[in-house]
């Protein structure tokens, strides 16, 4: 299918992928339409893609090898034994990710969208109007602009969502992810390479290093946990939102500490109650699903399509696979019918899947915790199968494979 006016809401990994799909795919006149101005488009923090699924998206031309990364070959899952320096591991397992910033990996798939696709940053789109053959879009500024199709990369919170499957939201997990980044790398153990996971009750907190993009490193952390019930710190996130670090409720964060001192073993608390306050911030965990990919002439693609808890590792990698599957439905179909439905047809199903299996990750890792001071290597193992025990041989920690077999 050649030619065609296109536009792309969101102009963040899922955003930039898609242009460059839809220009593989041979749209004629391709727009960005990002809300963000591009100063503030590094987000500073921490994305692991599993290292299969990324040898299958340099294949397709998506990720490529120069794209700053720190490799990680073995998570340790520890909990606090008194004062004992780094605690005690209760499991190991093979860790095979690399790690890379958000905003270098962003920065060098936005490199690789060709010159001829328009992006607009500051471009708010505030209406989706669909009809026969085309959607219009409206923005904040009053314009209005009418496309053969439009492209939801438009994230969890996604306008395009809205006007394809109305009401169809992202569902608070009834937890938080508070993260944070900080300089503070010298003297990691095993030089860097193993990833940690700080486990408590009631959570556990990721905790990896990243390419700082100057040939350095920083130190990216992700703490889960259900914020307090009591003294109003519970605040209302049933209504997608997120808490970024100006509007971080103190009191809230106050806890956090707490429990991280309390919790973690010495060094790993420090590690992370030194990280500086305005490298850290709040993200409320969400699950969503939709009924289809597309609808008339609207695709959804990455976390405007589906949004997997993160400790599945893979929310990225969903992203990029939506963009290969959309130029390879794009090449095969004759029709935009075709294209939409080839494209829905193949990624409905990944996106559902990896919703399900993080969410059993997410009961098993925070909502119901095991007696982690309990667990040895032979219990941990049996543990982790079970949260994967249901998924089909494709998908798993890290994403869904895109090779058969
Ligand atoms: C705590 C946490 C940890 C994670 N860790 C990992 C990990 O280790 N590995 C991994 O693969 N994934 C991870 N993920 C998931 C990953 O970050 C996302 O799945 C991925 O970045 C996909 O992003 P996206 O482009 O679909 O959405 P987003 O990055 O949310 O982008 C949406 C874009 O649309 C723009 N936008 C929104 N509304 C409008 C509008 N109306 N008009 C114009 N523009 C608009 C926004 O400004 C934004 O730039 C994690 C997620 C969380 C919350």
């Known amino acids: ?40 488009r590094d987000r500073g923090v921490g994305i692991a893609l599993q290292s299969d ?29 008194g004062e004992a320096e780094h605690g005690r591991v209760v499991g190991e397992q093979p860790f095979p990710f690399r790690a890379y910033s958000w905003g270098s990996l962003w920065s060098e798939l936005r490199r690789r969208v060709p010159g001829d696709v328009v992006h607009r940053s500051g471009a708010v789109v505030t209406g989706v109007e669909p009809d026969a053959d085309g959607v219009t879009l409206r923005l904040a500024d009053g314009h209005e602009e ?18 394809m499957f109305p009401g169809a939201d992202a569902a608070y997990a009834g937890y938080i992810g508070w993260r944070g980044t900080s300089s503070d790398v010298a003297d990691l153990p095993s030089d860097g390479e193993d990833a940690h996971n700080i486990v408590f009750p009631g959570g556990h907190c990721m905790i990896y290093r990243i390419p700082d993009g100057r040939g350095g490193h920083r130190l990216n952390w992700v703490l889960y946990t259900a914020p307090p019930e009591a003294d109003g710190l519970h605040p209302d996130l049933r209504t997608p939102t997120s808490l970024p670090p100006g509007r971080l409720n103190s009191e809230l964060t106050e806890r956090l500490r707490a429990l991280v001192a309390d919790n973690f073993p010495p060094y790993w608390a420090s590690r992370v109650l030194r990280t500086p306050a305005e ?48 130029e390879a439905a794009w090449k095969a179909g004759s029709s935009w019918k075709e294209v939409l439905e080839r494209y829905d047809a193949g990624r409905g199903p990944v996106g559902a899947a990896m919703v399900a299996l993080a969410r059993r990750m997410g009961d098993a890792q925070v909502e119901n915790t095991p007696d982690w001071t309990a667990m040895d290597q032979a219990g ?25 077999g």
């Open 146 to 163: 009418r496309f053969d199709i439009v492209i939801g990369a438009d994230g969890y919170r996604s306008v395009v969502r809205e006007a």
């Open 53 to 81: 699924r990324y040898d299958e998206l340099r294949e397709a031309g998506y990720v490529a090898p120069e794209m700053p990364w720190a490799p990680l070959t073995r998570r340790l899952w520890s909990v606090r034994d």
């Open 1 to 40: 299918m050649r030619g065609g006016s296109i536009a792309v809401v969101g102009g963040s990994i899922a955003g930039c992928a898609a242009a460059l799909a839809a220009s593989r795919g041979g749209a004629e006149r391709i727009t960005v339409l990002e809300r963000a101005d591009d100063r503030l």
């Open 279 to 326: 490298t850290t911030f709040i993200q409320p965990i969400y699950d969503l699903e939709v009924p289809h990919y597309t609808s008339g002439r609207m695709v959804l693609v990455g976390d405007a399509a589906s949004v997997a808890r993160p400790h599945i590792g893979g929310g990225s990698v969903k992203a990029l696979q939506d963009a290969t599957a959309l």
């Open 380 to 404: 941990f193992d049996a543990w982790w199968q079970r949260q994967n025990s249901g998924s089909d041989r494709r998908s798993g920690f890290g994403g869904h494979s895109m090779k058969a």
